[in-house]
């Protein structure tokens, strides 16, 4: 078992068991990281090759995958919590967007997104997580409830 899985696993069990049932049902949530180092990391292991965020990050274009870009950050109409980025890093498979195209997902149904669980140190995981998280903004649509389109 990797090493990075071991730490994980263990950071999990600490939150979980020292954590309220009412804390629990909020969801997980990681130590405090470093926005500008979890920058630093998303651009170091490559993550730009595919991802994108606006203003924040580019595509690598003259080496990234020219056909592939997911944008990632941004508004949004439901919180990106730790857990759900964390998995999305973790397992890239957990959980596809709609709409997914034959170009980021393989015949098998799997993200062509690559697996960093051995690649990653724990800090890096709650950097990049901290950083991704401070991308993204809660757009709550207006509700009409006279309008039936």
């Not at 899985?5 to 049932?21: K, M, N, P």
């Amino acid at each position: 078992m990797s090493k990075f899985v071991t730490h994980i696993g263990a950071v999990i069990l600490l939150a979980f068991t020292t954590a309220g049932c009412e804390q629990q049902a909020k969801g997980f949530v990681l130590p405090p990281g470093d926005y500008d180092q979890g920058k630093a990391t998303f651009t170091d292991l490559g993550c730009h090759a595919c991802h994108s965020i606006e203003g924040v990050v580019s595509k690598l274009e003259e080496s990234g995958d020219p056909v592939i870009e997911v944008v990632l950050g941004g508004a949004v109409t439901r919180v990106k919590t730790y857990g759900d980025l964390v998995t999305s890093i973790i397992n890239p498979s957990h959980k596809l967007s709609r709409g997914n195209t034959p170009i980021t997902v393989n015949e098998d149904g799997t993200s062509k997104m690559p697996y960093y669980n051995d690649v990653m140190t724990v800090q890096e995981l709650v950097d990049v997580t901290t950083f991704l998280q401070g991308t993204y903004s809660v757009w709550v649509p207006e509700y009409n409830m006279y309008y039936y389109p």
